[in-house]
Each structure stands twice: as C-alpha cells, then as structure tokens.
C-alpha cells in the first residue's frame, strides 16, 4: 500500500477547506451565493461539505464511491435549493433531494454493489449524522471516532483484504479527509452542508459494512445514533425547552431526535398524524422516547415553548 494516498487526501482536505473558506466568505459577503452562506457568527459559509465529497469521490474503493457520488449530488442540490415549498405540498425541495439521494443509494447500493441489504442502514445514516452536523464540530467528531473505532476493530479482528485493497484503507480515508476539513469546523467558522454530512454517513456506512457485513453495520449505526445523541444532549435539552415545552427529556428522547428529527422526519409526521398531538404518558413509552417521536409541530394543540431560564437556540439548531 503506498502511504502517499493517505497523505494527499489530508493535505487536499487541509488546503482546499482553508481556501474554499477565503472565497466563499468573500463572495458570500457580497450576497451572491444564496443558500452556500449564512449570516450566524458574522458569516458562515456552508457546503464547504464540498471538498470531503470531491476527496472521498476521488479516493475511496471505486467499487463503492458511487453512492458517495449519488448522495453527495443529491445533498448538494438540497444545499443550494433548501427550504422552499413544492407547492402546498407539505415538503420542501431540498428534503425531496435528500430522499431521491436516499433511496437511490439503497436502490444501486442493493444492486450494483456487495452491501446488500446493509445499503438501507447505510443510507439511512444519513439521518442521524445530519442531525449531528446541527452544532459546530460534532460531526467531525462522530466521524473520527466512528472511522478510528473501526480501524482498530479490523486489525483486532484480522479482516482480510477487499478487492485487494487492505480493509483499514477505506475508514483510514474517511479519517485523515475529516482530519483536514475538521479544524475551521471546530472552530465553528464553516458548515459542512448536506454534502458533506450525507458524504461522511455514506462512507462511514460503507466502512461499517466493510467490517463485518450487516450485522456490523446495523450495531455500528445504533452505536452511532447513541454517541451523537449523547454529544447532542446539552444543545436537545434546551431545543426541546424552547420548541417542544418538554422540560424533563429522558435518553430516549434524544436518542429518538437523532433517529427522525429535522425537517424529513416531520414531513412524515404531518403525514401520518396531521393535525393531532398524541400525548404520551406511559412510564415505558416516555423513557424510550416517544414523546420525541409523536411530537407533531403541526398539531392543532400544539403546546406553547417555555423560554425561561433555557438560552436561545441558535439557527444551526435545526434544518
């Protein structure tokens, strides 16, 4: 294996991100990139997702970066088009993107490609790292871990070789690309997008897969859901303060915001519930979560939020 393949990626992802950062900022002051920047923290610019994407794209196993390719394209027009209705349809451009991205990965993920079955939980990942991406940093810190995680696990497991390439080299990819995009993000000074969150879940769903088949990836994606509920529960309990007048959430509510919070997840339940709010009072059903799950923003009842003593929620809260 030549190791200059691992340090092109980082350097690419190191250079690029900074300059990225000097050109957005400067055209986005300039009020000509739309959805790519936003006025929080005096100008963040977003979609720099864009260079992990191209990086991964470029050097993860080719028998596999296809659905990198699929959902990074998709995630990128949900990026640019974003909140807009379709209409009086109860959906919005962008996450009509986010779900053809979706559905295609499963659908050439099942077909085209060795996951099978797994290409589900693989793009259903995208979720809940998308909800990671909700605060500065987190993501890349999800990802690190995950990808670390697994590099170790196929060294104490011995995988083998896939398609003559060493195992560890795709979750090393995934790992040394957030290493050099992750420094301006922890700083909070640039967003990932939908690109590069949906990039990073794909591949790390990949990664999962490529460690032990299905059932790896189905224990990786709950670790995963956990971890970023638990990195996310200072910022979700003041949200479900403000937005959701649930003052008293349990693990499982966070757990459960991670699973099918955001703006997709409510599209469902303004489908399946309507107008109504099901009020949760079972001592089993609240520890696992489901008043998160049957909360419905567009209930008739909906409750008012509490403000008191709970901060502001940041616009990053929520897409």
Not at 226 to 234: E, G, K, P, Q, W
């Amino acid at each position: 294996m030549n190791y200059q393949h691992i340090l092109y990626p980082f350097l690419g992802a190191l250079i690029a991100t900074f300059l990225l950062t000097i050109i957005f900022r400067y055209f986005g002051k300039k009020g000509v990139l739309g959805n790519l920047f936003t006025a929080v923290r005096g100008g963040t610019p977003r979609a720099l997702g864009i260079v992990p994407f191209i990086l991964l794209s470029l050097y993860f196993p080719s028998e596999f970066n296809d659905l990198i390719l699929i959902i990074g394209a998709f995630a990128f027009m949900d990026d640019l088009l974003g909140r807009r209705k379709i209409g009086n349809l109860p959906i919005e451009w962008g996450q009509l993107c986010r779900g053809i991205g979706m559905i295609l990965v499963i659908l050439v993920g099942f077909y085209f490609t060795p996951v099978g079955y797994s290409a589900i939980l693989i793009a259903l990942l995208v979720q809940p790292i998308n909800i990671s991406d909700m605060q500065p940093g987190s993501t890349s810190m999800v990802v690190m871990i995950m990808s670390t995680f697994v590099i170790l696990a196929m060294f104490l497991i011995g995988v083998g070789p896939i398609f003559e390439i060493p195992a560890f080299y795709a979750p090393l990819i995934v790992l040394v690309v957030c290493l050099g995009y992750c420094p301006l993000d922890f700083a909070g000074k640039i967003m990932l997008g939908e690109i590069g969150n949906h990039s990073f879940a794909v591949a790390l769903g990949i990664c999962f897969f490529m460690l032990g088949g299905f059932w790896a990836t189905l224990i990786l994606f709950i670790a995963t859901t956990v971890l970023i509920a638990l990195i996310r529960r200072n910022s979700l309990t003041i949200f479900f303060a403000r937005k959701l007048n649930l003052k008293d959430p349990t693990f499982g509510d966070f757990v459960m915001d991670v699973l099918t919070g955001g703006g997709l997840g409510d599209v469902f339940r303004r489908i399946f519930l309507r107008r109504k709010q099901i009020r949760v009072t079972n001592p089993i059903f609240i520890s696992l979560g489901f008043r998160r799950l049957l909360f419905n923003p567009y209930a008739l009842n909906t409750p008012s939020p509490t403000y008191s003593k709970y901060k502001p929620v940041s616009p990053l809260e929520r897409k």
